[in-house]
C-alpha cells in the first residue's frame, strides 16, 4: 500500500470503532431499563450482563467484549440513549468507515471522508469529490446499510490537507508561535484555523487573513485567541 493510502487509512481507521461481539445477555438488561425510560451506567450495565461479577469494572484485566460493553454503556450514559441506540451507531460507523477506507485507498482522487447521523443508527454521510459515478453507486448499492452520497464536493481529503498545510505554514512564517489548523471535511473547501496574538503582529483577524495566499484568504475561519492555544508550531 502506498503511504498516501496508508496515511488516509490510518485517518479512517483511527475514527472508526473496534469490532467485538456483544453478551447475549445484553439485550435483556436494557430491556429492564427501558422499561423504566432509564439507561443504565457502564457499571450498571456490566454487573447485569455478568461482566462486572467480581466487583468495580477492571480496565486492565477486561475482556474485549467487556471492554466493548463499557465503551458503548459510556457512549449511552453520555448521550442519552440507550445502549441498543448505541451499538447501532457503532454498527453504523463499522459499516460507513469500511466502505470509506475502500473509497480512501481505490479512489483517494475522489475521497473526502464519511460523517454519523446525529440520530443514532441512522443513515450516514459519505463525501465525494465531483460526481458520484458508477465505482460509488456500487458500494453504496451493496452496503447493508443506507447511506447517504454527498457528492460534488470541491476537495479531496488530501487537496484539504495540503490546503490546511499551506496556510498553518502561512502562519508560523508570518510570526504565530501558536498556530492550530484542521480540515473540515463538510466545510466546503472551508480552513478552519487559530492563532494566539503576538506583539508586533497583526492584532484584527482580517489582517492576519489578508496576508495569508490570495488563492485560500476567502476559504480560511481564523480564530484569535489572546492566551495560548494548543501549540502545534
Known sequence: MSSRASRLSGVLMAAALLVALFPASSSEA?????????????????????????????????????????DLALVAEGKGWTYDEATAQHLTAEEVGAIAEVVARERPDIFVGSALSETPGGAPTLYIKGPADEFIANLV???????????????????????????????????????????????????????????????????IVAALPAELRNDVELTVYETPNVRYR
Open 30 to 70: 436494557v430491556a429492564d431499563h427501558a422499561a423504566s425510560g432509564t439507561v443504565p451506567t457502564a457499571q450498571e450495565f456490566l454487573e447485569e450482563t455478568g461482566g462486572a461479577e467480581d466487583g468495580p469494572i477492571d480496565d486492565v484485566n477486561q475482556t474485549p467484549e467487556q471492554a466493548m460493553a463499557q
Open 141 to 207: 448499492a451493496a452496503s447493508e446499510i443506507e447511506i447517504v452520497v454527498a457528492d460534488n464536493q470541491p476537495y479531496s481529503f488530501e487537496e484539504l490537507e495540503a490546503r490546511k498545510r499551506t496556510v498553518h505554514q502561512a502562519l508560523v512564517d508570518m510570526g504565530f508561535r501558536y498556530v492550530a489548523t484542521s480540515v473540515n471535511i463538510t466545510g466546503g473547501g472551508v480552513i478552519p484555523a487559530g492563532v494566539t496574538l503576538e506583539p508586533g503582529l497583526p492584532q484584527q483577524a482580517a489582517d
